[in-house]
């Protein structure tokens, strides 16, 4: 997989040939296999999710006057924060290259994002998905110490 192709895609530079634009959306799809794909997606999906809930509670309540906003925001809230461990939950805390994945986000913004989710699947009793988080987070602040 070559890094600079799959950003060559963003630049104005069309491919010269078919076998090239197969090359590249071949690349696209083997970088989401990849654990530095999965920690920016859990990352920025979290980012997100204060954006997320405010565009859908815009949305629905256009469309229904009398629509709960706590039960979409909630409803919001259970789409980000499950999909988002759907991609961190990949990550293998033993793997270096995964190890190293980890440390290519590590801030105290990743952190907090990191304990915001635990607080979320812990009012559910999730804890398996607490346990897996809590090892990444202990990974993130060993990082940052």
Not at 5 to 17: R, T
Request: charge should be negative.
């Amino acid at each position: 997989m070559d890094l600079n192709k799959i950003f060559g895609l963003f630049s104005d530079e069309e491919p010269k040939s078919l076998k090239e634009k197969s090359q590249l959306i071949d690349d696209i799809l083997d970088f989401k296999e990849h654990p530095l794909f999965w920690v920016g997606m859990f990352k920025k999906l979290i980012q997100n999710h204060k954006l997320f809930n405010k565009e859908i509670i815009g949305f629905f309540s256009i469309l229904d006057q009398e629509l709960d906003i706590d039960d979409v925001e909630q409803a919001g809230e259970f789409v980000v924060y499950n999909k988002a461990f759907s991609w961190i939950e990949k990550i293998d805390i033993n793997n270096k290259l995964h190890q190293s994945s980890i440390l290519k986000f590590t801030d105290n913004t990743f952190l907090s994002y990191l304990k915001s989710s635990i607080l979320y699947f812990e009012k559910f009793e999730e804890y398996e998905k607490c346990a897996h988080l809590k090892n990444i987070q202990n990974i993130v602040e060993k990082f940052l110490n």
